[in-house]
């Protein structure tokens, strides 16, 4: 009997030990359920939560939730656990009301980041409201003409029709074409290395009394600009039929030359936009014009008359209403329906040609520009009629800061505004331009020779 009751209990002492180690199982079999719903709440990718710790640098903000889905309290990682004090509660992280809210505090704070990321970069020109661009006029200080145009803006003309019927195909370097039955010659610059879909501003520019479109090209560095600048360069050359006393004058622009004589040049440049537009790729809203001496004297008043192509317009040594060789006067300028900015340069009290004082004449084009509400850049070199004394910075083209004034003004801009109203003038080689009407301090320092060729 004694036997019998010892067996009996170390049976029950063995069944009892065995009941003791039943624990371990249900809870590695929980241990996987709740590993099996970690793989379904934070895994929309089907990853388990091991696998999310190591793909976290690659896989965003889904990937960084993984590792937070066993530990619950945070709200951001948007799974479902965040719940769930403790992931061990199985079912609570699958049922919270979280899941639904949890991933939009993630994406909240990356909209304002490309909100300015935006309107620091070519797109920016829709500014922060497109149906309301004033709303911060900050965004105009990054406008360049690569700028998209905000909603409603004023654009640029189409460039006219041909006059000549079917355009000739050019090429860089001369190019001849019939423009109101006269055959005219240009210099067409183009940009090196021009890239698929890439889209240019055009410059006009217009020689000095004695010069002609090969001496502009080479001495104003005009291939070196358009490569490193990116736009496409016209220098026309003169017809050569006009007089001034003992001198001829390339361009036409004083009060007794005939309107047609005018108009004749108006439509030359209008021939020539049209069908260089026709076979390039042109930026309508950026096409401006520039001229030195004799050739800035014809420019202000092609701006006025053609200012519904033009973005912008430069006059270096130019200006309107001055007598000229005491048998002439400039013609004088006209308002226009596009507020044009204007550079307007001269080499201080002393710059004068064919008795003609072009810093009289420059500072009445400017008095005229301001009534009519045009924004302008003033740069007083102080060396005379002579050529503007830049030191171009290394590596650069000599008359860079120049063009870039035209690169940042496209045609939509309104009346009297620039980049340059939110930023300082960038070129401390060119230090003597300022913005606006009595502004710069002129230059001192030597200077390069005189030049007015009169013979």
């Known amino acids: 009997m004694r036997h019998l009751v010892w067996v009996l209990s170390l049976l029950v002492l063995v069944l009892g030990m065995a009941h003791c180690g039943e624990p371990s199982v249900p809870g590695s079999e929980l241990a996987r359920e709740a590993t099996a719903d970690g793989n379904t709440s934070v895994g929309k990718e089907g990853q388990g939560a091991e696998d999310t710790s190591s793909a976290e640098p690659s896989s965003g903000n889904e990937a960084t939730s993984g590792p937070e889905a066993t530990t619950g309290p945070e709200p951001t990682t948007g799974s479902e656990p965040s719940t769930g004090p ?13 899941p639904t809210t949890g991933p939009e505090p993630t994406t909240g704070p990356e909209e304002p980041a490309s909100s300015t990321d935006a309107s620091s970069g070519p797109e920016s020109s829709t500014g922060p409201e497109p149906g309301n661009p004033d709303a911060n006029n900050s965004w105009l200080a990054n406008v360049t003409c690569k700028t998209k145009p905000p909603a409603g803006a004023k654009l640029a003309a189409a460039p006219p029709k041909y006059t000549g019927g079917t355009c000739p195909t050019f090429k860089a370097g001369m190019n001849t074409i019939t423009s109101k039955g006269n055959s005219r010659k240009f210099i067409l610059v183009l940009p090196s290395n021009p890239q698929p879909n890439e889209v240019f501003p055009v410059l006009f520019l217009w ?13 104003g560095d005009i291939q070196k600009s358009a490569d490193q600048q990116r736009f496409i360069g016209i220098i026309p050359e003169s017809k050569g039929d006009l007089n001034l006393v003992v001198t001829k004058i390339p361009w036409p622009f004083l009060e007794a030359t005939p309107q047609a004589r005018f108009e004749e040049e108006f439509v030359f440049f209008d021939d020539m936009l049209s069908c260089v537009s026709q076979q390039y790729n042109v930026n309508k809203e950026c096409v401006s014009s520039v001229g030195v001496s004799a050739g800035a004297l014809f420019t202000a008043q092609l701006a006025h008359s053609r200012s519904q192509y033009l973005s912008s317009f430069l006059s270096l040594s130019g200006g309107i209403d001055e007598p000229a060789a005491l048998v002439a006067k400039v013609a004088t300028w006209k308002t226009t329906p596009h507020k044009l900015p204007a550079l307007v340069l001269w080499g201080g009290p002393l710059d004068s040609c064919v008795l003609l004082n072009f810093e009289k004449a420059s500072k009445a084009l400017q008095k005229r520009l301001t009534q009519d509400g045009h924004f302008q850049i003033e740069c007083i070199h102080n060396c005379k009629h002579a050529e503007p004394p830049i030191t171009a910075r290394p590596g650069k083209s000599r008359y860079e800061a120049l063009w870039d004034f035209f690169l940042r003004h496209p045609f939509w801009l309104k009346a009297g505004e620039s980049p340059y109203k939110y930023i300082p003038w960038p070129y401390s080689n060119v230090s ?15 200077c390069p020779p005189v030049a007015c060729p009169v013979d």
Not at 86 to 98: A, F, I
Not at 207 to 219: D, E, I, R, S
Not at 432 to 446: D, E, H, I, K, P
């Open 86 to 98: 403790e992931p061990s509660t199985g079912p609570e992280p699958t049922t919270g009301p979280e």
């Open 207 to 219: 020689h000095w009394l004695k010069g002609n479109a090969n001496k502009f090209l080479t001495q």
């Open 432 to 446: 003597w331009c300022s913005v606006g009407v009595g502004t710069s301090t002129a230059r001192t320092g030597s």
